[in-house]
């Protein structure tokens, strides 16, 4: 989100960022149509002070999410069944932005493995507050940490072609082996929800499709067909995985022709039938041809 977006919108970086984790919440379902939402509650929920989200309330107003009653508070009306996604009805804040540049930079080697503050901020010429609040965000997801005394460290990341075969072909013995074990059941809801948000993403233009949303989207598909063989260690595995190739795919996404972006969510939902028509030695031979990796090629993001 740049400065004058956020002018436009009448926010404050702070309140761009309160903004989006308000559309998640509601994405989330944590409300639903005509319930009332007080200040205070979603204030103390998201960690922050009454003001900012009242503001953040009376621009989302404006966007017809919710209505303002006089001396009741804010209505919840829903959000919109169709038209712009989520992230459309708000600029991203600049914090969103800088996570996502470094996430790139830190997944292409641009960025050392440990780093101080100061050299980011010149590197990314932006403020050391600024770089300390995404990094932050980096730890709380795993990717980073700080270093005892000074600067902080990523986490280790695919970061050359060896790493990144091996990590596939490991990925190939325990995702197919999940679909293989004798007590995998898959969920039917968790399955729907994956046959939906993959349509969506075959059906989005690309140009439309950002780095990190196609990332989480496979982790979660990934994650979600190891978890229906009920056994904790195979998904400890496949979350590890992709833990390690979060930063390198996010790079790597741009990098991608839409015909192979396409051709990864067919694959996703050609699993997803064998899954469902009870083909699961089918399912595992999509996944296989899915995962197999070829060396010359460039990244694939599965």
């Known amino acids: 989100m740049s400065r004058t977006e956020i002018a436009e919108a009448g926010l404050s970086n702070l309140q761009a960022e309160i903004a989006h984790k308000v559309l998640s919440l509601a994405q989330e379902g944590h409300w639903h149509k005509g319930d009332h939402v007080s200040e205070v509650p979603l204030a103390a929920t998201l960690g922050t002070s009454r003001t900012p989200v009242r503001r953040v309330l009376e621009v989302l107003e404006a966007r017809g ?13 829903g ?8 992230e459309e009805l708000l ?23 440990e780093v101080s503050e100061a050299e980011l901020a010149e590197q990314f010429a932006c403020t050391r507050g600024m770089i300390r609040r995404v990094l932050m965000r980096f ?21 050359n072609p060896q790493a990144i075969n091996a990590s596939y072909g490991f990925r190939i013995i325990i995702e197919c082996g999940a679909l293989r074990d004798p007590g995998f059941a898959a969920d039917p809801v968790q399955l729907a929800e994956l046959r939906a948000q993959q349509s969506r993403l075959s059906d989005t233009p690309v140009d439309r499709i950002k780095g ?43 990098e991608l ?22 083909d699961r030695e089918g399912a595992a031979t999509i996944l296989y041809r899915h995962l197999s990796r070829n060396p010359e090629a460039p990244g694939k993001l599965d």
């Open 65 to 77: 999410i919710f209505t303002k009653v006089p001396n009741v508070g804010f209505l919840f009306e």
């Open 79 to 86: 959000l919109p069944e169709e038209g712009p996604r989520l």
């Open 139 to 159: 730890a709380n997801a795993g990717l980073a940490e700080r270093r005892t005394g000074h600067g902080w460290r990523f986490a280790e990341t695919l970061d």
């Open 91 to 113: 600029p991203r804040s600049e914090t969103d932005v800088l996570y996502e540049k470094l996430m790139v930079a830190r997944g292409r080697g641009e960025v050392r493995g």
């Open 257 to 278: 022709s839409t015909a192979r972006i396409r051709k990864a969510a067919r694959d996703h939902l050609a699993i997803l039938d064998a899954i469902e028509a009870g």
């Open 212 to 254: 990190g949303e196609w990332f989480e989207a496979n982790a979660n598909f990934h994650a979600t067909l190891v978890s229906w063989a009920g056994n904790r260690f195979l998904s400890e595995a496949i979350e590890r995985q992709n833990g390690l190739r979060r930063m390198t795919e996010v790079a790597e996404f741009t």
